[in-house]
């Protein structure tokens, strides 16, 4: 089991300085790796000069002072293990066998310790891996504002008490405000620059790892419905309140903005103002974090078994297609400018970010956690299944088959929980919802009338006018009153 604890350090000027040096130097580095890795790869994929060298034989023939591999970074391409064995190198080994050359070429890059180097060629090889295996877009160079942190391997840094030891770097101190578990040991090192200072996380493994229980040993469980004016709610009624802190703030990042538009570029005063926006920023993360992680604490605590929706969230905050008219010869309206303060919800209620929380803590109490497909979990009646789009009305649920209603939230969190149990085969008995909400008088509109044929024999010329009312047209919602029928 893995956990990371964070804390800032506390350097002095010298430090400080030789780890922005270190930071800008490891930054070009992988820009530059990552320019060699692009090139290989499309001299592989779409070779420039063509695939053949020899028409008559169709051999692969290079120039002597390429590889014998045409996919190879270098000269060298192969390597012999401890068995005799000859093997090709991966792209990163060629990258990595490299660095003494890079340090004879380029003498200040002597100045930087060789952990973060090699950590840095592993980064930009985990990131190529992602892209062939479909999990992440292409590789792009990183900007300064998007570098900032090396990583230290296993047993490279020291501690003692409050005190660590960066390779390169010397001695210094850290606010250790919670000791390393027993039985955790430092797997690696991350030193990462934010605005309010640097700070240190270590990454502690455990090869114990507590037993996850056995569907048969569920005891209690909860589905959740994941929302925007609700954070969470509960298939046991209960409600997690979203504080949206992002919205909170939104008054003075607009102002901060407006303040940096004025200022001019390049200048101090600019970057003090983007300076104070950062720290914004970080104070909105730093209590978001917070909230989740106390969510996720009581959670994992209350129930064995917790079943979400698996939403695709990349989806839902895509961009609407645009709208051509032919006619016209001009984009029609495609409701993306409605849109942009929905994606800013989705943001700040940051779902993924709640669940990954809640799946560490899991796996560190040995409690289960399941997802579900969320098709129709809002449309569909927990009590009799049927399955209507108009079942929803909002934050109301009123079932047109059985006229059961609820908070349709809560309605969705149960639907959930039961797709959870039905798919890990779980028998358990789940307490039945009594709903808070009650129908109220009929409201003034009617719903749409529709004309009918005279029937034979009727005896009035004029035609009949029958009256088509939904439910949702006869029955309201008062939340706090308790239930009673109309009739």
Not at 241 to 267: I, M, V
Not at 273 to 301: G, P, S
Request: proline share 5%; with cysteine; hydrophobic share 30%.
């Amino acid at each position: 089991m893995l956990l990371a604890h964070q804390s800032k350090l506390q350097p002095n000027q010298t430090q400080i300085a030789a780890m922005e040096r270190c930071l800008h130097l490891l930054r070009l580095q992988y820009n530059f790796r990552l320019g060699e890795r692009i090139e290989a790869y499309e001299q592989v994929t779409q070779p420039k000069l063509g695939e053949y060298s020899d028409l008559e034989t169709k051999a692969v023939i290079y120039p002597l002072t390429c590889s014998i591999s045409k996919s190879a970074l270098y000269g060298e391409a192969y390597k012999t293990n401890k068995k005799g064995e000859v093997k090709r190198k991966s792209a990163y080994e060629m990258q990595s066998s490299d660095l003494p050359n890079l340090k004879s070429l380029r003498p200040w890059y002597k100045e930087i310790p060789s952990q973060p180097l090699q950590q840095t060629l592993m980064q930009l090889d985990d990131a190529f891996q992602r892209f062939f295996k479909g999990l992440g877009g292409y590789p792009k160079p990183k900007r300064r504002g998007k570098f900032r942190s090396f990583t230290y391997p296993a047993g490279a840094c020291e501690f003692q008490g409050n005190k660590v030891r960066l390779p390169g770097f010397g001695w210094m101190r850290f606010h250790q405000s919670r000791q390393f578990p027993d039985g955790f040991k430092p797997k690696k090192v991350t030193v990462r620059k934010k605005t309010n200072g640097w700070y240190i996380s270590v990454c502690l493994e455990d090869a114990t790892v507590p037993a996850t229980p056995q569907p048969n040993e569920v005891k209690t469980a909860v589905g959740i419905d994941l929302g925007i004016n609700k954070l969470a709610s509960l298939s046991d009624e209960q409600t997690i309140a979203n504080p949206k802190f992002y919205k909170q703030q939104e008054k003075k990042r607009k102002r901060l903005n407006r303040a940096a538009s004025r200022k001019q570029k390049g200048s101090n005063k600019r970057r003090k103002v983007y300076e104070r926006l950062a720290r914004v920023e970080q104070k909105v993360t730093n209590q978001r974090n917070d909230y989740q992680w106390k969510v996720a604490h009581r959670l994992t605590k209350k129930y064995d078994l917790i079943v979400f929706e698996d939403l695709n969230v990349q989806g839902m905050m895509k961009r609407c297609k645009p709208k051509w008219s032919e006619d016209e010869s001009r984009y029609l309206e495609n409701g993306q400018s409605r849109k942009v303060g929905l994606n800013k919800a989705i943001q700040d209620a940051s779902w993924y970010s709640l669940k990954q929380k809640i799946k560490v803590l899991a796996e560190r109490y040995g409690v289960l956690v399941h997802e579900v497909n969320p098709r129709h979990s809002s449309q569909e009646c927990s009590q009799c299944g049927f399955v209507s789009p108009t079942n929803r009305d909002k934050e109301k649920f009123l079932c047109e088959s059985c006229n059961y209603h609820a908070d349709a939230d809560i309605q969705a969190a149960i639907n959930i929980l039961n797709r959870g149990l039905e798919e890990l085969g779980i028998k358990l008995k789940i307490r039945r919802v009594t709903s808070k909400s009650t129908p109220k008088k009929l409201v003034e509109r009617q719903g749409k009338s529709t004309v009918k044929p005279v029937e034979s024999g009727n005896k009035s010329d004029k035609p009949v006018v029958a009256i088509q009312l939904s439910l949702f047209d006869l029955m309201g919602f008062c939340p706090e009153s308790p239930s009673k029928s109309v009739i």
